[in-house]
């Protein structure tokens, strides 16, 4: 079973940048698709990136398109969400997931814990 945790949440101001990270507990996830994933409140959890195996391919949502880029680091079983031009509109709780298709959080099996990321204007 792939466990994952993500760090690197907070608060920032309109403009402004913060980096995600999403460390998996087995190097078993360097097979695995990873996705971020982030649910304001009163919201449906929305697909925002995801790297696939083939290729280390990425895909966005057009809310981050150009804003947000998703990397991996298979050595250290690590994967990466720089956002960058951050507005209020991305304030949520923002998770991880593992194993799953494109940008369907229905379709990820394995998920981290969350993390907050605010952003004031």
């Known amino acids: 079973q792939v466990q994952l945790a993500e760090s690197g949440g907070g608060s920032v101001q309109t403009g402004g940048s913060l980096r995600l990270s999403c460390l998996a507990s087995?190097?078993?996830?360097?097979?695995?698709?990873i996705g971020w994933f982030r649910q304001a409140p009163g919201k449906e959890r929305e697909g925002i990136a995801a790297i696939y195996i083939a290729g280390g391919f990425t895909e966005y949502a057009d809310s981050v398109k150009g804003r947000f880029t998703i990397s991996r680091d298979n050595a250290k079983n690590t994967v990466f969400l720089q956002m960058n031009s951050m507005k209020p509109e991305d304030t949520a709780m923002y998770y991880c997931?593992?194993?799953?298709?494109?940008?369907?959080?229905?379709?990820?099996?394995?998920w981290g814990q969350g993390t907050q990321v605010t952003v004031s204007s």
């Open positions: 087995v190097s078993a996830y360097s097979y695995l698709n």
């Open positions: 997931a593992a194993g799953g298709r494109r940008l369907e959080p229905r379709t990820y099996t394995y």
